[in-house]
């Protein structure tokens, strides 16, 4: 795949295999070592660049995603008035010990202090949250930051704009690939591709076997496929958030990020969004590349089960509208059809309007965590009535647990019968449940599942 | 504060900040060689034949016949081979390389390579382990007497888990053989240990292997030794590449490729050396509210190959009493094999496991006898002119009191520790404990006198410029703006006027490793007595070289490892610090509230720099008692070998870590320094246990190992729960 794009001010064609990592071309192809390699799947962030002036782990993009998009990479930052005030706060506090993280650390700074010229510490430490540091604890780095925006005037300016060269794209650089030219072995060059539209997409769909790239970060962890990659970022039809009068309507390629930014987006999915992975991943990261990839970990996925969400899938043959809970076919199995996308996720709005919720993801750590039980949970009261109640359990076995006949227990009933019925549905969902063992044993996520189950209504019906 | 401490900009901020830094991996790869290294893929086996697939022209392989020197590794025994012979011992022990200039292309061969065993029993856990490496013991008084008198005996076992260093700049090497000197360049530490490493493994003159430290990112005691091993490894291979492959340059000179190894990280987290598993079983004897005897055993999990464990064991023996004054006492340390990844160093060197476990008993012992744990400890400490463990002397003050002083009115820990006791209810419970510990400064016993003999330069040139040579390695640690402020200092002259380059053999004497919290206090002193002497003879416009060597101070008791007898370490310096945690009663994760410490490092010879390393330790020590947790299952394999798997903190795990510092200054020490950068590592893990045990309410009879899991807590927390094993 021919790939064009704009590093730093200066336009570059590149020529081979789609579905390289952003990294390796910056660093084996272009030169750019400032992006450093911790770890090639997302967890450490010293990788991180700006593409198209959002924080992205470029271990975990493709280099066929970046068709005509803007990278900035530190040797490009470094360039800027905005950088040498961050210079100036980082050796102030002598936050830079092995430096490994820092070209990150120092993008993930710009990336905050581009939309919050006044963050809290708080929101340092949120911005910060992708970007391991093993030496410093923190301290000087959260604090440099925040010096940063005290001294200096972070609305001023656009930094994607600054770079080498006031006008961007005057130099042009030609490179191909560098790997795969050792005898015997001919260069395995996956092609990729772009659609404008989503009938192009659908048309291309239906002509090859496709693997739909929306995010990516899923994918480019695996990445053991030989599927081209179907690129879904130009694809407007799939970047929508809107409502009609029964559903919030979430285009399959809307990013976490652009969700957590949204007014529409429920405090149910804010929730559950905020506590994906970090910004850098949150930036390219989509909730219908959560769905798609099927995995029980899913924190978005799990909203949708709990909300009882629509899928609405196409191809070129026409669309279909499933629920949620008939999509999965076991663990990384989908009733997608091989030229078939994920093209819209609808949330019903009426039980989120109307009642309240409950969040909780379990994970090893605040960030950068695969949930280990994630619990989402809807409840309305109507008459002093249960109206609805509607509990998803994810993390817990192959598929995202939704079981609307074990909340019927208490649907319907007063308040004070539901009381009395909850050691029965406590005792419903024991049975009920049959945990995996990973990570953490089988006993500990049915015991977490049942707390939080048993919270949530204590909270609700007073128990 | 002396002017010393005043904060400067780091000699390596620049290039580091802006990402011009080349760490080994960013070196451009054309025209080198890659490595990839062919594992032993079972725990204990014999191996019978390796069998390779065809390979194309420009790709061959390297193994322990290729080896022109010896083939074995010097750490301080020599049993570590450069490559496998016969027999394999771990999951991971290296049988060969396979070479050529595609990496993808090698990455294929090596795993198209079949290596045949025959597999052998394999001993994967301390208690299974019958392989002794290393047996020390040391004591004085009456022991048995004291227990046989005891009003109470307690008896307890502690365990520690792995730690992982988790540098983010994964090991690498890139060698090669020109002219009939091997040159290295890499992630290390210790580039003289490189240097020995590799003349004996090539056979080759001191003088024609030249070993450069590449910009380290990040060792904490994960590139000590290690390195020596990987260097070996690749520099073997370059040496045959350059009989294979090399060409000649135009004098006739062999002029083989670069051949390149830089690890991705899982072959870094899963093969390469990390902290000792520990089991430490200890015995008091309490008479009239006072621990009068402590009778303690130490076991620490060598892993395959015996590499720094005899240096380790050495330490956490020495620290096992901790910081009381106990006058019967027996200690005995085992170091064992297993047929498991071999240990190493890393940041504490022996002395986390040891102190977590003695500041656990006594936390224990107080309990039980219905005292406050930080009041019972305050009760025992040592004092200076007291015999340390080891019958040496604490020379110097012991500002412990006054340092838990400055902890406790920082972080309200009377009235937290008080609130917290009464019986908690509701989703969060919380807790706070205290720890209280030295770190003996630089290395144990007599190796500085005996071994490393430590010798520096300082290299004028006309225009006034002043180039410091010594061997030690900045990984981040900030050596390179500490030692450029004390030649500066003492010179008179800007800071920026002094030059300051990664070690290179070629030109730097050996003032020896970057370890042991030594560089600072031992070659830091004598670059402030060659600074002096450089300015005494003084000749401006005139190039001149000035150097220093080590010298023992008079004052110590001398150390005997055969009988642990006298001063193990000059000074000491000490550690204070509270931990407070809140746990979720519904899930049993914990959240770490914040952490109050105090430090006595001696002077800081950088205020931001000592900060940083505290703060950067503090967390290393939160993160080892929790959150990082790495296990070997059945059949001998590490499966926490990822960042998603092997948990370090982020920045929103990280509470603001409060740091301050006290000054007890060692004379002998630049300015009154002391070591400092392993020290706030050490106690952190006690402290944290502490905390939780209130929280979760199992002060008596609680939690003796780390780390803690959330699934424990969460049995503890739900009613009539047992603690998961």
């Known amino acids: 795949m021919r790939v064009d794009f704009i590093v730093n001010g200066e336009k570059v064609s590149w020529e081979g295999d789609a579905a390289q990592r952003l990294m390796d071309v910056l660093r084996d192809d272009l030169g750019l070592t400032g992006v450093k390699c911790g770890c090639r799947e997302g967890e450490c962030g010293a990788c991180s660049v700006l593409l198209d002036g959002r924080l992205v782990n470029s271990c975990l993009v493709a280099i066929g995603r970046v068709q005509g998009c803007v990278v900035m990479t530190i040797e490009g930052y470094r360039t800027s008035a905005r950088f040498a005030l961050l210079d100036r706060c980082f050796a102030a506090r002598s936050a830079v010990q092995c430096g490994y993280c820092i070209p990150g650390m120092a993008l993930a700074a710009e990336a905050l202090l581009a939309v919050n010229a006044r963050p809290t510490e708080a929101e340092v430490r949120e911005a910060l949250a992708g970007n391991l540091c093993r030496c410093t604890g923190y301290n000087a780095i959260v604090g440099a930051v925040l010096d940063a925006a005290e001294a200096g005037d972070w609305e001023a300016g656009d930094v994607s704009l600054l770079g080498p060269g006031s006008s961007p794209g005057q130099a042009h650089r030609s490179h191909s690939a560098s790997a795969g030219v050792g005898p015997g072995s001919a260069p395995e060059v996956t092609e990729g591709y772009t659609p404008r539209s989503l009938a192009e997409a659908l048309e291309m769909m239906a002509t090859e076997e496709l693997t739909p790239y929306a995010g990516g970060t899923d994918l480019m962890v695996a990445k053991e496929q030989g599927r081209p990659f179907l690129f879904l970022h130009e694809v407007e039809e799939l970047r929508h958030v809107v409502e009609d009068e029964q559903y919030l309507r979430i285009g399959a390629a809307v990013t976490y990020a652009e969700l957590l930014n949204d007014a529409l987006t429920p405090a149910l999915l ?43 899938l196409a191809s070129s043959r026409g669309e279909r509208i499933m629920p949620i809970s008939e999509f999965y076919r076991g663990r990384g199995q989908t009733a997608l059809e091989p030229d078939e996308l994920l093209v819209e996720v609808l949330l019903p709005k009426v039980w ?12 090893g750590r605040k960030a950068l965590a695969i949930s280990r039980v994630g619990f989402a949970g809807l409840f309305s009261l109507e008459d002093n009535r249960v109206a609805h109640l509607a509990l998803a359990f994810g993390a817990v076995e192959d598929v995202v647990i939704r079981r609307p006949e074990l909340d019927a227990l208490l649907i319907g009933k007063t308040v004070a019968q539901a009381r009395e019925t909850v050691a029965e549905y406590l005792a419903a969902w024991d049975a009920a449940l049959c945990p995996v063992q990973g990570r953490v044993s089988a006993a500990y996520r049915k015991q977490v599942c049942l707390n939080l189950t048993a919270d949530f209504l204590d909270r609700h019906l007073g128990v | 504060m002396h002017v010393i401490s005043q904060q400067v900009v780091k000699k390596d901020h620049r290039e580091k900040m802006d990402g011009s830094a080349l760490y080994v991996g960013d070196y451009p790869q054309k ?104 047996d020390y013991a040391y004591g004085r008084g009456e022991v048995d007497a004291a227990f046989a008198q005891a009003d109470r005996v307690y008896e307890e076992d502690f365990s520690t888990g792995y730690q992982e260093q988790g540098y983010l700049d994964t090991q690498g090497m890139i060698a090669c053989f020109r002219d009939g000197t091997l040159t290295i360049h890499g992630s290390l530490q210790c580039p003289y240990y490189v240097h020995g490493a590799l003349v004996k493994a090539l056979g080759l003159a001191e003088d024609k292997v030249r070993v450069i430290q590449d910009v380290t990112g990040g060792g904490f005691g994960g590139k000590e030794a290690f390195p020596s091993l990987l260097a070996a490894q690749v520099a073997v291979a370059a040496y045959k590449a350059a009989g294979l492959v090399g060409g000649d340059d135009a004098s006739g000179g062999a002029v083989g490729p670069e051949v390149r190894v830089v690890f991705n990280r899982r072959e870094d987290m899963e093969y390469t050396s990390k902290r000792h598993p520990s089991v430490c079983h200890f015995k008091a004897a309490v008479k009239n509210g006072r621990v009068t005897a402590l009778d303690l055993d130490v076991r620490f999990n060598s892993g395959a190959y015996t590499t720094l464990s005899p240096v380790v064991l050495q330490r956490g023996i020495i620290s096992a009493p901790g910081v009381y004054a106990v006058p019967h006492l027996r200690v005995h340390g085992r170091a064992l094999r297993t047929n498991t990844v071999p240990c190493g160093a890393f940041r504490g060197f022996g002395a986390p496991q040891t102190f977590f476990a003695i500041e656990r008993l006594m936390d224990h012992i107080a309990i039980d006898l219905g005292i406050e744990p930080l009041d019972f400890k305050l009760a025992h400490l040592v004092k200076q002119g007291d015999p340390t463990s080891t019958g040496g002397l604490y020379h110097y003050a012991v500002p412990l009191p006054q340092m838990v002083e400055a902890v406790l009115e920082r972080s309200d820990f009377c009235a937290k520790r008080q609130a917290y006791a009464a019986l908690q209810e509701g989703r969060y419970r919380r807790g706070i404990g205290i720890s209280l510990w030295f770190h003996g400064a630089g290395f144990t016993g007599s190796g500085e006198r005996d071994f490393i003999k430590a010798r520096v330069g300082l290299r004028k040139d006309a225009q006034g410029r002043v180039e410091i040579l010594t061997a030690n390695t900045d990984m981040g640690q900030g050596i390179k703006t500490t030692f450029a402020k004390i030649v500066a200092h003492e010179l008179g002259i800007p800071y920026d006027k002094i030059v300051v380059s990664n070690a290179d053999t070629s030109f730097v004497p050996n003032s020896g490793p970057t370890v042991a919290s030594r560089s600072l206090m031992t070659v830091g002193e004598l670059l402030r007595r060659a600074a002096i002497r450089l ?191």
């Open chain 1, 270 to 312: 804010q929730e559950a969004v905020a506590t994906i992975a970090a910004p850098g991943i949150r930036n390219v990261g989509t909730l219908g590349g959560n769905i798609a990839n099927a995995s029980p970990k899913g924190d978005g996925a799990l909203v949708c089960f709990a909300t009882d969400s629509l899928l609405r």
């Open chain 1, 352 to 363: 989120l309007a109307s009642g309240d919720h409950g969040f909780c993801k379990v994970g």
């Open chain 2, 31 to 134: 025209d080198m060689l890659h490595g990839s290294l062919i594992r032993s893929t079972l725990a204990h086996a014999l191996v019978l034949e390796v069998e390779y697939p065809p390979l194309p022209e420009g790709y061959f392989w390297v193994d322990c016949r290729d080896i022109p020197g010896e083939n074995s590794v010097p750490v301080v025994e020599d049993d570590l081979p450069v490559f496998a012979e016969t027999e394999v011992f771990y999951r991971g022990d290296v049988i060969a390389m396979l070479v050529g200039p595609d990496a993808r292309e090698v990455e294929r061969l090596a795993a198209a390579t079949i290596v045949l065993y025959e597999e052998l029993p394999a001993v994967l856990d301390l208690d299974s382990a019958d392989t002794v490496f290393f």
């Open chain 2, 535 to 725: 300015r005494d003879e003084w000749m401006e416009g005139e190039e001149q070289l000035v150097e220093e060597h080590f010298s023992e101070p008079g004052f110590t008791v001398p150390f005997d490892l055969a009988t642990f007898s006298g001063d193990a370490y000059p000074t000491y310096s000490w550690g204070v610090t509270a931990v407070e945690l809140s746990f979720d009663a519904l899930t049993g994760s914990n959240e770490i509230v914040g952490s109050w410490s105090c430090f006595d490092v001696g002077t800081p010879v950088d205020l931001a720099v000592v900060v940083g390393q505290m703060e950067g330790g503090v967390l290393q020590g939160l993160g080892y008692a929790s959150l990082e947790q790495m296990a070997v299952d059945a059949a001998g394999r590490i499966r926490n070998n990822s960042y998603s798997d092997y948990l370090l903190p982020t920045a929103l795990d990280a509470p603001v870590l409060d740091v301050q510092l006290h000054v007890v200054e060692y004379p002998f020490g630049p300015y009154g320094a002391k070591g400092a950068g392993e020290l706030p590592l050490v106690g952190i893990p006690a402290a944290f246990i502490a905390a939780a045990e209130q929280a979760l309410g199992t002060d008596a009879g609680g939690f003796c190992h780390i780390p803690l899991t959330a699934e424990e807590a969460l049995a503890l927390l739900s009613a009539g729960g047992e603690v998961v094993a």
